[in-house]
């Protein structure tokens, strides 16, 4: 029999997502209105993850035609669907075993998915080489990041393994750290640095967001110094867009810096289908690049995904699309540029509308944005706001999202979320929406706030 | 840096699966074919663990009409597709976030079909009640599992947690145990009376395949005396076929049992899309069913779930066409009525077919199937290959596989990897495969057989 005395200690131990509890509100303001129940909006919106096709972004066409093909592969025939879809589904059946999505794969991926990968990485990385046997999917980036974790997971106290971890972070990530039994170890973002480090706290500056050239050779030669493993989230590689900025992997400048690094530096490179572009969250297909790992230490991730058996096949047939997307002259070449470029203008441009709309509102800041999918404003709360959540036992900024959520319906997230415990508040928000629900956003949040700063002078 | 030295022990630790020799000979073998080397036959049949798509069995054409307008929308209004796919789609994308199987679920699952499960586990259990909160879907039926291995794993040595398993048992169950830190605590079926228990080793009977009513009790019965919690695998309730014989449902049984039970013993029913009928491994999605588990522990099922985010969304909309398939007068009803059909003869004819066959070769030994995918006949192997195996450090059972599969390039599963330890020796055959390829396996098999029974009289 199990009870909550049987249950495993480490299970206990690990910290519930803070945006748990924001969550079931949302839920519960949105059971509410289906209930009749009369607000002054009509839906909740949710913009406090990166979600987009559920805020409303379209999927890419091709990628849809393609696995709808897969999975009913009596539309082969269907002459409406374009020719370049066809073909390549007929080709991505070839490669499932029985010709059917239906069928397991290896553990680690189809093996022609994860060439496909390896020569997208040799493409981007002008040349650097990239071997598929480094490249491991897994069903989501979390998946592949969780395998990499426990597998280094040791220890207890002082000699538990640590992971250097910014602040703020991803608001997924003190839940993940907590199963894998690892410490997280912080250090603070420095925000009126355009989010760049404290250099006293890692001897070397890295910049949030979007690095460059020389800031990513700072962080590879301080890991080579500390003998660490740098772990890379590289998912928003097709989302950069602050001005002159363009993405260079970690990677890329390794293998420039000379056989003394470029032999030596171990990382983990993670990208993802529910990156900017493709938003396939729910696809579930993430992959991870090995690189200068110990071959005895790879053999273990082999066993790790064992035990998930697959990564499902749908997801890693999209990954093949989105690494191997339609060229010049094929059928589907325009459509798919189109809607590409569509996604990056609609997310460059909210960013930039975003911080300038919220940088003029009073007693708010914001740091712009050159890549990723959020924004994160400072919040210059009235100290009544700062006492009544001490009375309530709730952080100011996770009481201002709550009136928020019940004033106008919208939710965003908040920075203690984040891991942010410098005493600042802050908010979250997803910028990859349509262009025309992020300005229903900013009106309701602006209503909200300056009601706020009114009623608080 | 991580070299093998800083690997987690408990990472080290977990066993290989027997089963990876056998797969890598056999990618040895086709690669052997593909570059042109002459075998004494074209292709390499693996019916060696359960992937009946792989073998040739078709999907279910209901399901993958279904999927593919939920992909792409468009078809929504394609005319060829039969008029209940269309609506059973758009009712499946209106209960996903933004109408897109691109948006993230709850952890749990989708609200909808875990709605859908419990109502189709209420018509199975004649109306004992099912409650949605109860039943949480996850990437297939195995990561369910391993969450609650995980939740329950404590201790070390003597306090372990240990699982009482059955042997023979599922291929890929010690890895999973290991990965969990759970003990495996063996106990023995005994292959001439129909793989029962050995009534001294458990107290009680339990009969592998199907279990009558009377074993079901007396299993619960020993649960409750002994406040164990009941693991139990349902995957194969669609494919029961031995004469006389229906599914009953643990569960089922509990109610009937009156309150001294039914309010107590704690469960747990794991059902998987990979399942039979549907065969669809590759969405990765399954499901389990807590019954009178503490809703404190329930809790921490939903906490470990968290880390995977959420679970492919074409599976889990796949399970909700798995518990509510065409009703009659549906136009899709008749086809996915014969497909069921078909499968389930296929099924049900192999087995009657093999266990004949193999039960009519010298030094081969099968008992009858009742239920489930697979056959497991004993092998009497001419003492000269047993002497063979131990000079070459190798299972008897594995060694006739490895023969086998260069031979004749049929590859079957060795008994020791179910985790026989009697030092009998058996094979693993997938009985759900095209009738056709059955009867290929069977004349490779015989051939190899009787030429090994022949040289070593």
Redesign the interface.
Known sequence: ????Q????T??G?R??AHSGLQSLAAHVTQEIAQGVQKPFKEVIDIS?G???????K?I?FV??V???C??PE?LG?KTLPLDVRLRAQRLLEV???G??????DSSGMPHVRQSIAEFIMRRDVGVHSHAKDVFIS??S??GL?VIL?????GEGDTQTGVLTPRPCPH?LS??LD?AGVALVPYQLMEDRGWAVDLSELHRALKCHVQDWKSIEEVIRFAAAE???LLIDEVYQDSVYGQGKEFISFKRVLFEMGKEYSGKV?MVSLHSLSSAC???????AGYMELVN??P??TH?VD??L??????????QLALDLMVNPPRPGDPSYDTYTQEILHIQATLSQNAQRAHEFLNDLPGMSSQPAKGGIYLYPRLHLPSEIIENAKKLEVEAGVLYCQMLLKEEGVFLGAGCQNGETTGNHYLRLCILVPADTLEEVLARLASFHLRLMDTCP
Chains 1, 2 share one sequence.
């Open positions: 029999m199990s009870s909550l049987h249950v495993n200690p299970v206990k690990i519930e997502s993850s979600d987009p096709h559920k805020a409303g972004m999927p066409s849809r035609q696995l709808a093909v999975l009913h539309l269907n499932c075993d029985g059917s999505v239906g069928s397991y794969t069903a989501g979390q998946r969780m426990k597998l280094l997971a040791s997924t839940t993940l199963d003998r660490l493993l171990q493709m938003g396939e969250c729910g696809l579930r790992m110990d005895e230490v273990f066993t790790m064992c035990t998930d058996i697959s990564s499902p096949v749908t997801g």
